[in-house]
């Protein structure tokens, strides 16, 4: 793809960016965009961005050598060369999004976009909404954490990023609409939605989903609230939402923008009164948080490691049936309500004839996924990682191991230059669940791995009374070797479960990266034992 400069840098677009000047003249014609210098081709855009290690102004040279006739930048250039355009602007991040999305022709646009948000589920419920879609025959594409869809399979995610940044998006989003999707879902990080970064400033949704907002990347967001506010950036783009003009006939059933929100989460009022549009609200309870009648709501439920089934009430619709699914893991039972809403509404079906698709929905890669070698005891992998998802995951689990007469064997990190204050929390909402526990490394970075451990480990010790160092205890930095122990010291009916890196494939360290996938380290050391 290649369009001039002239061609999309508008005027509107240029106060978009905060444009503050411009050195050179608009002719020239871009092939394409990148915000890394060892990317460039002949003929690209680069935006110059300022980092936390580096700075991207100390690589405009290399840029240019390499092919660059643009450069984005924030800070003044010294030397700058005659046949090159300077865009200076406020803040060089902020204004890839805009510049993205009119490179690629504003291609959401072209589609209806609906963005999932929540600290945890989200990858979950951006999976089952494109799943339900194309079971129900509509072209959809998906970008997650886990993985990303274009209109046709699945590819996995090498990076560790939930949102790409803006450049990403918007060519995602445009081989979306080449492809003929009709829709697309976007996992709509809270980094992302924040204007921080500006990574989805630009994206048209027309619809999203709040699965939770509970403690995580203070280190990024400073506050709670600030983290809760920058969440909520997806309801006020979906507030301003306009179907286009040209969708009108595409989607003769779509009438008008829409939520759907986690009637039990403490965020679900905050959200609500953002919405000047419908929000549909489940909930595991009748009233949820807000004291009103929620629309969808799970009356009881039955759980196994194959699967759920649950009674659900729909009020306002005047409908209560039972699903069931095939997906591990009773908090599966809300993330499948949130996805039939969103897709009943997308599609104006009835909420019956979407979950009737339910039973043929596949679990995502790495949550709640069972690994099975022919061994005496239980192995299931799964990402949860904040002090939020263990208290979702390991009071059933605890249940239904302790009827079997087995034992809950744990092993999980914690991140380095992230959010420390969960930590101690991990640490204690685990213990209080263990009989046994292993702490590993998690992505330590620049952190040390003992201390990012002791830190955890101190809160074990208040979440469990008598663990004992190399007894229940386990401080083993190495994960691969830590897996192997937990292993050998698991019996008949115990349940070992891996938490923190799931589909990831990779762990990173100061100074490099170690190639690691959690579900196929487990498959091999399993293989190596004897049953």
């Not at 869809?149 to 918007?170: F, K, V, W």
């Not at 509970?214 to 950036?233: R, S």
């Not at 451990?453 to 190399?470: Q, T």
């Not at 349940?495 to 996938?517: C, Q, R, T, W």
């Amino acid at each position: 793809m290649q369009r001039n400069l002239k061609e999309f840098f508008t005027e509107k677009i240029a106060e978009k960016t905060g444009l503050i000047k411009i050195d050179g003249e608009l002719n020239p014609l871009v092939t394409g965009l990148e915000y890394d210098s060892r990317c460039i081709n002949q003929g690209n855009l680069f935006f110059a961005l300022p980092g936390l290690h580096t700075d991207g102004k100390l690589y405009i040279d290399d840029a240019i050598k390499r092919g660059a006739v643009v450069i984005v930048h924030e800070n003044d250039i010294e030397n700058q060369k005659s046949e090159i355009v300077y865009i200076k602007v406020k803040n060089s991040r902020f204004a890839m999004s805009p510049i993205s999305a009119a490179f690629y022709g504003f291609p959401s646009r072209r589609l209806l976009v609906t963005g999932v948000t929540g600290t945890e589920g989200k990858s979950t419920v951006v999976y089952l909404i494109w799943q339900l879609l194309r079971l129900l025959r509509k072209k959809t594409g998906f970008i997650s954490t886990v993985q990303s869809c274009l209109g046709n399979e699945e590819i996995d995610n090498s990076e560790h990023q939930t949102t790409p940044e803006a450049p990403i998006i918007q060519k995602l989003l445009f081989e979306m609409a080449e492809n003929g999707c009709e829709y697309a879902v976007i996992e709509s990080s809270s980094h992302g939605l924040s204007q921080k970064t500006n990574r989805l400033g630009d994206v048209d949704f027309c619809s999203g989903v709040l699965t939770n907002i509970t403690h995580e990347h203070l280190e990024f967001h400073g506050t709670w609230e600030q983290y809760q506010f920058d969440k909520a950036n997806l309801f006020r783009a979906i507030s301003r939402y306009v179907l286009p003009p040209e969708l009108s006939s595409k989607y003769p059933g779509f009438t008008a923008p829409f939520g759907v929100v986690n009637g039990d989460d403490k965020s679900a009022q905050y959200v609500k009164e953002l919405m000047k549009y419908k929000t549909f609200l489940y909930s595991s309870e009748k009233t949820g948080k807000l004291g009103t009648s929620n629309d969808a709501i799970i009356e009881s439920i039955e759980s196994e490691s194959s699967g759920n089934s649950y009674m659900v009430n729909f009020p306002e619709m005047g409908q209560r049936f039972e699903i069931k699914d095939k997906l591990p893991g009773a908090y599966n039972s809300q993330n499948v309500l949130a996805a039939v809403l969103t897709v009943s509404s997308l599609l104006k079906l009835s909420v019956s004839e979407v979950a009737q698709q339910v039973i043929n929905l596949k679990p995502v890669k790495g949550r709640m996924t069972t690994i099975n070698k022919g061994q005496p005891f239980e192995v299931v992998v799964d990402y949860a990682h904040t002090p939020s998802s263990f208290q979702t995951i390991f009071p059933p689990l605890q249940q239904r191991i302790k009827k079997q007469g087995g034992r809950i064997i744990s092993l999980f990190g914690s991140p380095g230059e992230r959010d420390t204050q969960k930590r101690y929390k991990q640490g204690k909402i685990a213990a209080s669940y263990s009989d046994l526990l292993f702490l590993t490394d998690e992505d330590p970075r620049g952190e040390d791995s003992m201390e990012i451990i002791n830190e955890i480990a101190r809160g074990c010790h208040d979440g469990k009374e008598g663990l004992v160092l190399d007894e229940n205890l386990f401080l083993i930095p190495d994960r691969p070797t830590a897996i192997r122990k937990a292993f050998s010291l698991a019996k008949k009916g115990d349940l070992v479960i891996l938490l923190g890196k799931a589909h990831e494939n990779s762990i990173i360290y100061a100074n490099y990266v170690m190639p690691f996938d959690e579900i196929t380290e487990a498959e091999k050391a399993l293989s190596e034992m004897n049953f």
